[in-house]
């Protein structure tokens, strides 16, 4: 279905992007050195409905 863009206001037609965008900067920060987590086991119960 293709509409006439006359039956909309100008700017609210959307269109695939066609250029090309430039590279971001880039920052030489590799940032903070991630913290080891400690893996702890945990142990839940769980209860199936009644009344089904």
Known sequence: MLV???LHP???MA???QSTL???PRS???GM???QQSVKQVEVQVRK???Y
């Open 22 to 24: 430039d590279e971001p």
């Open 4 to 6: 006439s863009a006359s």
């Open 49 to 51: 409905p009644s009344g």
């Open 10 to 12: 100008p700017g609210t």
């Open 15 to 17: 269109y695939e992007f």
């Open 33 to 35: 050195p991630r913290a």
């Open 28 to 30: 030489s920060f590799t």
